[in-house]
């Protein structure tokens, strides 16, 4: 897969309201409970579900496994830890907190 279709793949994902929010809370905090990240983020709930789904699908994050079936942590996969370093990068550059 060559660089500009890696751009091409992510570009509108990381568009979606609420997106880069999760990846950078998760790059800076590490696995976290569904729960947990949500309170954290400034977005309603279901925008929140809807970028989650979208991460989960686009293989940028995942469930981290447990013993338990109840509780579900999510994780940045190596995707979208890379995505993350890019925004915290651009987060930065431009002073801006996301």
Not at 42 to 54: D, M, V, W
């Amino acid at each position: 897969m060559s660089r500009e279709s890696n751009v091409e793949d992510v570009c509108p994902i990381v568009e979606t309201t609420g997106v880069c929010h999760i990846l950078y809370t998760l790059y800076k905090q590490g696995e976290m409970l569904t729960s947990k990240l949500q309170r954290k983020l400034p977005i309603s709930p279901e925008t929140f579900y809807k970028a989650r789904n979208l991460l989960e699908e686009n293989g940028l994050i995942e469930v981290a496994p447990t013993a338990s079936q109840k509780i579900k942590p999510y994780r940045l996969t190596e995707k979208g830890r890379k995505v993350a370093e890019q925004i915290d990068l651009l987060s930065n550059l431009s002073g801006t907190k996301i």
